[in-house]
């Protein structure tokens, strides 16, 4: 349930990331609303995976997915870089992901 819990907390956070820029710094209305929702639902899903899992890797995998997914979400919605050098990074924070992970207990 912990894992289940942490993967849409990471989901959420891509949620808030990719809605701060429609929020336009937060002058629009619902562009705000769904931002500031989606944070609060990442931070108590965070929290209710931290209680099980330990901090570290919790903190690391759900900052992970929100690294990768904003990153992923600004290539496809905002036409942001897709050179070489920029996918190899986001395959290594992958990867870091992957191995907290696995080596959890």
Same mark, same amino acid.
């Given at each position: 349930?912990?894992?289940?819990?942490?993967?849409?907390?990471?989901?959420?956070?891509?949620v808030?990331?990719?809605?701060?820029?429609?929020?336009?710094?937060?002058?629009?209305?619902?562009?705000?609303a769904? =931002? #500031?929702?989606a944070? !609060?639902?990442? &931070?108590v899903?965070?929290g209710?995976?931290?209680k099980?899992?330990? @901090?570290?890797?919790?903190?690391?995998?759900?900052?992970?997915?929100?690294?990768?997914? =904003? #990153?992923?979400?600004? !290539?496809?919605l &905002?036409?942001?870089?897709?050179?070489?050098?920029?996918?190899?990074? @986001?395959?290594?924070?992958?990867?870091?992901v992957a191995?907290?992970?696995?080596?959890?207990?």
């Amino acid at each position: 349930m912990s894992w289940i819990a942490l993967i849409i907390a990471g989901v959420f956070e891509v949620v808030w990331a990719i809605g701060l820029k429609y929020s336009h710094g937060f002058t629009r209305l619902l562009p705000s609303a769904v =931002t #500031a929702f989606a944070m !609060i639902v990442s &931070f108590v899903l965070l929290g209710v995976a931290a209680k099980s899992l330990p @901090i570290g890797t919790a903190y690391a995998i759900w900052t992970g997915i929100g690294t990768v997914g =904003t #990153a992923i979400a600004g !290539i496809y919605l &905002f036409h942001e870089s897709r050179d070489w050098g920029r996918v190899c990074c @986001i395959l290594v924070i992958l990867a870091g992901v992957a191995g907290l992970k696995i080596l959890s207990r």
